[in-house]
């Protein structure tokens, strides 16, 4: 075993049974073997100065384990981490855009607060001015962005194009096709403007596009609000752990590595929250399509703008940026520099869950409630995070009363109500409208493919593609797979409670 205190090991300390057996040693080699007895007064002060001097042997360890950023804690860990530059993040709200919509003029006074239906409170950081809109009108092209009045609301272009000869948008949806142009429906009123909000509690506060639109104290002249795009998460105090995990991707960042650079400069980015990027070094276009000499960041939050300045900066010489966000930004000298990157491709979950509650502890809204909570779990994930039905059906024991969890069914479109498999029975896989079977033991199956069922048997296993005669069958009981390139997504109004009582 090393000596005590700094050797070619390490640092060794010298733990207090250790102390009292030197100590013990030394006295009895200096005034014999009888000099401790048990209970005597220099036995109890042995055991005194031994655990004193164990404690000055810890808090030195400690002081030699903060120049070590996999053992400092703390304060210390901070310290280290700021040597190479990494800073700790500490806990921060989540922030959304949320239009307002009403009467020209209209004060949003600071502190006013929007909440998701039923969930968390967002509020504004500033005083903005309601603005009155410009007319739609026949025949005109519009540009993505431009927003318009109609039928007393208020829209948004979402793809340019030159409006229809009449009518124009009406409606109340997020894609309304007029002529060659589209938009998104914004709110009530003939003006608008948009309201920076962070939420009242800190950390990440999920509110996807078209969750904030419940003014908590409603005022005339202010008809509507809503979000049309994702919150951007805010965050906890980062842990230990977490701050270690950040400083090492950022000391990987300082290295030659163009994938590694990259992703750690829009890691520091305000709102990202995850960052994948694919290169493509070889002479020609890869089997992902992307062009040769080429780089593509998939990016889920931050501001678009702070994105294409930030490839700028970090992509070496020679290598072109690729994605579906295309846009440009200035170099030293002023000049427009085009980049690109993507976002994740949305992959909407649809769940159906069955749980057992004791009707004594369980709330009267106990099904809602399980919905918010499986929903916010589901949003919490990051590009590439699969689908999964077990961990969807815990959340659901975060309200009081859930005794048992029995059946999660995932997909990606709605999930009916499922039915014994029939032979020779013509099956629809028709969107929104699937026939869904049970079979194999009870297990639930989703038509992916239209067609007459075989004779005998039926689908039977856990795949994803089960033929059965012509019609063809998916599994729904099992993880769903979320592509690198894809994000899972989840809304209250996909989710399915069936809940029945486990207790007489």
Known sequence: MPSPGLNPEGFEI?????????????????????????KTFLTFMVGIVATIAGKVWEQLEVLYDAWNPDKANGVALEDLSLVTGTFK???????????????????????????????????????????????????SAYSKGDRVTNASRCYQCITAGVSAGSGGPTTTTDDITDGTAHWIYLGEGTAAVDATMLSLDNGPIVAVAGDLTDIVTPVGGLNSARNIADAALGNLDQTDEELRLTREAELRGQSKSPADAVRAALLKLDSVTSVTVFTNLTNVVNVDGMPPHSLEALVLGGDDQDIWDALWANVAGGITTTGTEVGTTLDSQGTSQPEAFSRPDAKPIFVDLTLIKDPAFYPVN?????????????????????????????????????????????????????????????????????????NDGGRAYICITAGVSAGAGGPTGVGQDITDGAAHWAFIGATFAIGTRERATYDIANVNIHSSDGLP
Do not use: M
């Open 14 to 38: 010298e733990t207090i049974p250790d102390l009292v057996t030197d100590q013990t040693q030394q006295l009895q080699l200096e005034f014999g073997q009888s000099i401790l007895k048990p």
């Open 89 to 139: 993040k500490f806990a921060a709200p989540s922030k959304a855009t949320v239009t307002f919509c009403g009467d020209d003029g209209f004060v949003v006074t600071t502190g006013t607060l929007v909440a998701t239906s039923g969930g968390p409170r967002f509020q504004t950081i500033s005083n903005v001015i309601v603005t009155a809109l410009d007319a739609w009108t026949i025949s």
């Open 366 to 438: 106990g099904d809602d409630q399980v919905s918010v909570d499986v929903v916010a779990f589901g949003r919490l994930g990051g590009t590439g995070k699969d689908a999964v039905p077990s961990a969807l059906g815990a959340q659901a024991f975060q309200v009081s009363g859930v005794l048992e969890v029995p059946q999660v069914l995932i997909y990606t479109d709605v999930i009916g109500v499922a039915a014994a498999w029939i032979a020779t029975h013509a099956y629809v896989a028709t969107v929104g409208a699937r026939s869904v079977v049970t």
